[in-house]
């Protein structure tokens, strides 16, 4: 069957793929439209599997609420920050999105065994594949998590353009526009700040123990501090403790847009409990940067594309 300039542009358009590579396809299944997507589905595989070894630490979080109370945070990784802003990156980073929001998988490889809901018959991993495939740099979804209130309501906060995914969880009897409003304002809070726990609750009596011990043993290695009395050395070692849990602990935190200075997160939420005449309480926050944790290469760019060129 001859390949027409119309067939190559139909399935380029469909998938997404290079135009020689669709020209390609396109021949060695005698112009099956569905055979040749297969077939650069299966291309794309073996790209896939290729390109495996490479590190994925720039990319997006995307963050999407379906109600007051379910909200989902997503965080898919590129190779590098110019595909992070390419509009096919970013459309399939929503879908991946939209889909964890509707998921009930228990972890990520449920998650990419799931049906893939813009086309039930590939898995959400056979979506990555094809992305890959097309955008032509390993991607990975690297995690999610969706939460639900069962008692309370949810915000979302991105920032940086995907740089920060950012969910808040409250209890509250009251969800009205001031509560929203406050819990956003908490929401940029963990989003600036990177708090570790939403209260001192929330850290083992071990995790405290074992910090205290560090502080005594600085103190004692020290020569002037280690001469100080007991007491004092108690003293000094519970006052850095407290200050430590202030910086991690989102409720002890300075809130970022109080005018005193003073106030912290907790007194604000307090202040906009009592004038709303609601029981609300900070219960969860998940917090997602892109790249965290991740080792990022540093590659000159141009000069990769010059050898492209060269070659």
């Not at 599997?49 to 995307?62: M, S, V, Y």
């Given at each position: 069957?001859?390949?027409?300039?119309?067939?190559?542009?139909?399935?380029?358009?469909?998938?997404g793929?290079?135009?020689?590579?669709?020209?390609?396809?396109?021949?060695?299944?005698?112009g099956?439209?569905?055979?040749a997507?297969?077939?650069?589905?299966k291309?794309?595989?073996a790209k896939?599997?290729?390109?495996?070894?490479?590190?994925?630490?720039?990319?997006?979080?995307r963050?999407?609420?379906?109600?007051d109370?379910?909200?989902a945070?997503?965080?898919?990784?590129?190779?590098?920050?110019?595909v992070?802003?390419?509009?096919?990156?970013?459309?399939?980073?929503?879908?991946?999105?939209?889909?964890?929001?509707?998921?009930?998988?228990?972890?990520?490889?449920?998650?990419?065994?799931?049906?893939?809901?813009e086309?039930?018959?590939?898995?959400?991993?056979?979506?990555?594949?094809?992305?890959?495939a097309v955008?032509?740099?390993?991607?990975?979804?690297?995690?999610?998590?969706k939460v639900?209130?069962?008692?309370?309501?949810?915000?979302?906060?991105?920032?940086?353009?995907?740089?920060?995914?950012?969910?808040?969880?409250?209890?509250?009897?009251?969800v009205n526009d001031?509560?929203k409003?406050?819990?956003?304002?908490?929401?940029?809070?963990v989003?600036?700040?990177?708090?570790?726990?939403?209260?001192?609750?929330?850290?083992?009596?071990?995790y405290?123990?074992h910090?205290?011990?560090?502080?005594?043993?600085q103190?004692?290695n020290?020569?002037?501090?280690s001469?100080?009395?007991?007491?004092?050395?108690e003293?000094?070692?519970?006052?850095?403790?407290?200050?430590?849990?202030?910086?991690i602990?989102?409720?002890?935190?300075?809130?970022?847009?109080?005018?005193?200075?003073?106030?912290?997160?907790?007194?604000?939420v307090?202040?906009?409990a009592?004038?709303?005449?609601?029981?609300?309480?900070?219960?969860?926050?998940?917090?997602?940067e892109?790249?965290?944790?991740?080792?990022?290469?540093?590659?000159d760019f141009a000069?990769?594309?010059?050898?492209?060129?060269?070659?």
């Amino acid at each position: 069957m001859a390949i027409t300039a119309a067939m190559v542009k139909e399935l380029r358009e469909v998938t997404g793929a290079g135009m020689m590579d669709c020209k390609k396809a396109l021949n060695e299944t005698n112009g099956d439209m569905d055979a040749a997507i297969e077939f650069l589905r299966k291309n794309g595989q073996a790209k896939a599997e290729k390109k495996a070894g490479r590190i994925a630490a720039e990319g997006l979080c995307r963050v999407i609420k379906t109600d007051d109370k379910t909200a989902a945070v997503v965080e898919v990784n590129s190779e590098t920050d110019f595909v992070a802003k390419n509009e096919k990156f970013q459309t399939f980073v929503d879908a991946v999105a939209k889909q964890a929001v509707a998921s009930d998988a228990a972890d990520l490889d449920a998650f990419l065994a799931e049906s893939w809901k813009e086309d039930s018959s590939k898995t959400v991993k056979d979506a990555l594949v094809e992305q890959i495939a097309v955008i032509g740099e390993n991607l990975s979804i690297r995690r999610f998590e969706k939460v639900v209130a069962a008692n309370g309501c949810v915000v979302t906060y991105l920032h940086g353009g995907g740089r920060i995914g950012v969910i808040v969880e409250a209890d509250t009897d009251v969800v009205n526009d001031e509560v929203k409003e406050c819990l956003t304002n908490v929401a940029m809070q963990v989003a600036a700040l990177s708090p570790k726990y939403v209260s001192r609750e929330e850290i083992s009596a071990d995790y405290i123990a074992h910090e205290e011990e560090i502080l005594k043993a600085q103190i004692m290695n020290d020569p002037k501090e280690s001469q100080k009395p007991e007491k004092v050395i108690e003293g000094m070692i519970k006052g850095r403790i407290n200050k430590e849990l202030k910086d991690i602990c989102l409720v002890d935190q300075v809130y970022v847009k109080a005018e005193d200075g003073k106030q912290t997160v907790a007194q604000y939420v307090a202040q906009v409990a009592k004038a709303t005449g609601a029981n609300l309480s900070i219960k969860k926050f998940v917090r997602f940067e892109t790249g965290e944790g991740l080792e990022k290469k540093n590659e000159d760019f141009a000069a990769e594309v010059a050898a492209q060129m060269n070659a």
